[in-house]
Nanobody, 121 residues
Framework: QVQLAESGGGSVQAGNSLRLSCAAS????????MGWFRQAPGKEREFIAA??????YYADSVKGRFTISRDNTRNTVYLEMNSLKPDDTAVYYC????????????????WGQGTQVTVSS
């Protein structure tokens, strides 16, 4: 089992930045695919970014604004979010997968509880 705990959410004005953290515990491994997803009210959960040993991957909607990184010594994954927009408002979830399909939320085995990000105009 892997436990995930997100932190770093909050309320900011458009154009500002936030950094989310996801601390992993339990059966952690550098081979885990780590992903970030988000879900806005009334919308489906969507892929944002993922990191695995093959590289980093981003949704087109955040490419160039968001950066995913990991510190294996701290078992922590980060999501640096810059130039935030009101459309980025959502609950952000960290997830971990043993498989290769980083894009689909159905591929992930473990999920955090989520952290709220609110961006005002």
């Amino acid at each position: 089992q892997v436990q995930l705990a997100e932190s770093g959410g909050g309320s900011v004005q458009a154009g500002n930045s936030l950094r989310l953290s996801c601390a992993a515990s339990g059966r952690t491994s550098g081979r885990l695919t780590m992903g970030w997803f988000r879900q806005a009210p009334g919308k489906e959960r969507e892929f944002i970014a993922a990191i695995r040993f093959t590289g980093t991957y981003y949704a087109d909607s955040v490419k160039g604004r968001f950066t995913i990184s990991r510190d294996n010594t701290r078992n922590t994954v980060y999501l640096e979010m810059n130039s935030l927009k009101p459309d980025d408002t959502a609950v952000y979830y960290c997830a971990a997968a043993w498989g290769d399909n980083y894009y689909s939320d159905r591929s992930y085995d473990y999920w955090g509880q989520g952290t709220q990000v609110t961006v005002s105009s």
